[in-house]
């Protein structure tokens, strides 16, 4: 198993990152061991093509929207978990991970989070109802 957590520093026992493709830094775990890569992507889709390439079967962040999302599921072969809204450091993100008690995201579960990814990309907008394209 190999899992993928996106961290906001570089140095041992980071916070995780809130955000999931603009995520600079990202921690690899492989059993023991915990090794934290630049993030050469730009953007949560260049971000999963990366992951697959590395061998990721599992990812646990905070939010994402629905872009990395769907190229998560267009691979196949990847789990998502969801590290829970609170500031969390990468220790006792690995742990609660190991102890189980993380959840595992589903289409239902994942939409909730989505919802929550994009409501804080619509700064001052009180939904007019069109579609907000992000091109970051």
Do not use: C
């Amino acid at each position: 198993m190999k899992i993928a957590i996106p961290v906001k520093m570089n140095k041992k026992n980071p916070a995780v990152a809130p955000l999931f493709g603009k995520a600079k830094w990202f921690a690899f775990v492989e059993k023991e061991s915990v090794t934290i890569m630049e993030n050469p992507a730009k953007g949560g889709k260049a971000v999963i093509e990366w992951f697959a390439n590395e061998g990721i079967d599992t990812i646990i962040m905070q939010e994402m929207g629905v872009t990395p999302y769907e190229m998560i599921q267009a691979h196949g072969g990847m789990s998502l978990y969801h590290s829970g809204y609170e500031r969390i450091l990468l220790d006792e993100l690995i742990e609660k991970f190991a102890d189980g008690e993380l959840e595992m995201l589903n289409d239902t579960t994942m939409a909730e989070i989505i919802k929550q990814h994009e409501s804080r990309h619509i700064h001052g907008d009180h939904g007019h109802g069109h579609e907000h394209h992000h091109h970051h």
